[in-house]
Nanobody, 118 residues
Framework: QVQLVESGGGLVQAGGSLRLSCAAS????????MGWYRQAPGKQRELVAF???????NHKDSVKGRFTISRDNAKNTVYLQMNSLKPEDTAVYYC????????????WGQGTQVTVSS
């Protein structure tokens, strides 16, 4: 059964930190590079960061040095540590297998809301 459960979002002041978690089903996690995505109101869903099964990472330029993606293969979980948050980081954050352009027609979890106040 395909399952993605994101958690850890919340309301935080600018400059604050949050750590997002995503528990994925074995069928998605075990064979895939995983990604974190976000969608702000009125905007398209975008890739924020991805991590290969071996731990190679890449982050969107606007979050480099502030966000860090990681994964625990034993727990089928991927994380996103977010530091120095800015109001423009406000969005619903999702995890899924990695695509350059997210496939909205594929299965997605409910996401977790991150709101950064100025």
């Amino acid at each position: 059964q395909v399952q993605l459960v994101e958690s850890g979002g919340g309301l935080v002041q600018a400059g604050g930190s949050l750590r997002l978690s995503c528990a994925a089903s074995e069928s998605i996690f075990s064979i895939n590079t995983m990604g974190w995505y976000r969608q702000a109101p009125g905007k398209q869903r975008e890739l924020v960061a991805f991590i290969t099964r071996g731990g190679i990472t890449n982050h969107k330029d606007s979050v480099k040095g502030r966000f860090t993606i990681s994964r625990d293969n034993a727990k089928n979980t991927v994380y996103l540590q977010m530091n120095s948050l800015k109001p423009e980081d406000t969005a619903v954050y999702y995890c899924n297998r990695y695509w350059v352009v997210p496939k909205l027609e594929d299965y997605w979890g409910q996401g977790t809301q991150v709101t950064v106040s100025s």
